[in-house]
């Protein structure tokens, strides 16, 4: 692993993993290829550990033309494919950028490493395609259901589940067809420094520390699986080292509280740390709304594979975790500021919740 392109590094996940990368591997250089849509911002990747490693470029994993320089120019030997639409509620109001990033980009990336790297027999060196997938590829779980693992069967409930989906089958697909070496990891929900606020624990933190409404959709019991954002780099770190070529390995914090839960413990580590404010005890700002189409009621990931093959092991509980998240929100106003366009993303909240 000498050249690394990652895609999306300049959003939530990729930020962090970016860094992760050039602390973590002094010998990687880093391009890294994002599109800059609303999720992704230049300001998540200011002081990174050795920037003289880090190359930025602005662009579409959809640009045939632009991939396939990156991997002729930089001699890439690795891809970690972040970039994707991810949020849920914008699938189901506008589907179609959806399956063109998550598909088709994917695409775009699995045939220039197919050309790059193949060439039409086997690798010439030590190569490997690694995609990022999400839990909720598999649907949802019932109360008494055991968690996912890497043989549940595939079940998309949303539009963006299933545009995950489908490039997780072209991910397999190619290593099936071609024989490209790829790995696949699909992880529970992320949370941490750098993640934009329409994802629920940033929104939870920003809309009370502007004393806003905090929305929760239906009655707040669905139940999902959290994941530290560092603990998931770490993960994709030890697969890249180690993890077998066509394995599928299941990320997962072993965090399944319902979300009400994850609301107060917010509100209440809030509370701690801005215990002037007007608005303590912050829960009393929680805002039951009409659950969106097609809401998974509980998600749970069996991680057991990663963590018994690649002896990985997540770092933070889900309290310190969260405590880290708020502390690192309370510090870092300017980066909301910046991120959001704090009126325009005010107004999308206004209009998808139906609070203000």
Not at 42 to 52: I, K, W
Not at 57 to 69: A, F, K, P, T, Y
Not at 336 to 348: C, I, K, N, P, S
Request: hydrophobic share 35%; with cysteine; net charge negative.
């Amino acid at each position: 692993m000498k050249n690394v392109l990652v895609t999306g590094g300049a959003g939530f996940i990729g930020s962090n993993f970016i860094r992760h990368l050039l602390a973590r591997y002094p010998d990687v250089h880093a391009v890294n290829l994002d599109a800059l849509t609303y999720a992704g911002s230049l300001a998540s990747l200011q002081n990174l550990p050795d920037e003289s490693r880090h190359r930025f470029v602005h662009g579409d994993i959809r640009d045939r033309d632009l991939v396939d320089s990156l991997f002729r120019e930089s001699a890439i030997d690795t891809v970690v494919h972040f970039a994707a639409e991810s949020h849920v509620d914008r699938s189901i109001l506008g589907p179609e950028p959806f399956v063109t990033t998550n598909v088709n980009g994917t695409l775009v990336l699995l045939e220039a490493a197919r050309r790059h790297w193949l060439g039409g027999t086997a690798p010439d060196r030590h190569v490997r395609f690694h995609h990022v997938s999400t839990d909720e590829v598999y649907g949802h779980l019932g109360p008494d259901d055991p968690p996912f693992s890497e043989a549940t069967p595939y079940d998309p409930s949303s539009p963006y589940s299933a545009s995950k989906a489908g490039s997780d089958h072209l991910v397999r697909a190619y290593h099936r067809t071609y024989g490209l070496p790829v790995t696949i990891s699909n992880c529970s929900n992320n949370y941490g420094p750098f993640q934009h606020p329409e994802k629920l624990i940033p929104l939870v933190i920003f809309s009370a520390l502007q004393g806003k409404p905090i929305p929760v959709y239906g009655d707040g019991r669905q139940i999902r699986d959290w994941l530290y954002v560092e603990d998931h780099c770490r993960a994709i770190g030890r697969i890249l080292e180690d993890g077998r070529e066509g394995e599928t390995y299941n990320i997962g914090g072993g965090n399944q509280p319902e979300n009400l839960t994850i609301v107060r413990t917010l509100c209440r580590l809030i509370d701690d740390r801005v215990s002037e404010s007007e608005h303590v005890p912050h829960d009393r700002l929680i805002t039951f709304v009409t659950d969106r189409p097609g809401h998974d009621r509980r998600y749970a990931i069996d991680a057991s594979k990663v963590r018994t093959q690649l002896a990985w092991e997540p770092s933070e509980s889900l309290e310190t975790g969260m405590a880290r998240t708020v502390d690192w929100y309370l510090a870092n106003a300017t980066w909301v500021a910046r991120v959001t366009g704090a009126g325009e993303f005010r107004d999308w909240i206004t209009s998808q919740y139906g609070v203000d």
